[in-house]
């Protein structure tokens, strides 16, 4: 715990994803107290023509008055 989801348009390459991740759990940890083996990263690429519809309309809007930082689009 915690266990983080990041959804992304496609083309970030794997070295970059995996730095992603790596500065993600540093993040997590410095905020959390969590130590590094507890956190897991998840990366999922959504097509950038699905993303209105998979993403935004079924997961950021409904959820707009709980998101921490939300979208400005």
Do not use: C, F
Not at 16 to 43: F, H, R, W
């Amino acid at each position: 715990m915690p266990h983080i989801v990041v959804k992304m348009y496609p083309g970030t390459s794997e070295e970059n994803k995996l730095k992603l991740a790596q500065a993600i759990t540093k993040e997590v940890t410095t905020y959390t107290g969590k130590p590094d083996m507890a956190i897991s990263v998840d990366i999922i690429e959504i097509a950038e023509e699905l993303w209105m519809d998979d993403v935004y309309k079924t997961e950021i809007t409904p959820n707009l008055d709980r998101l921490y930082k939300k979208p400005g689009y």
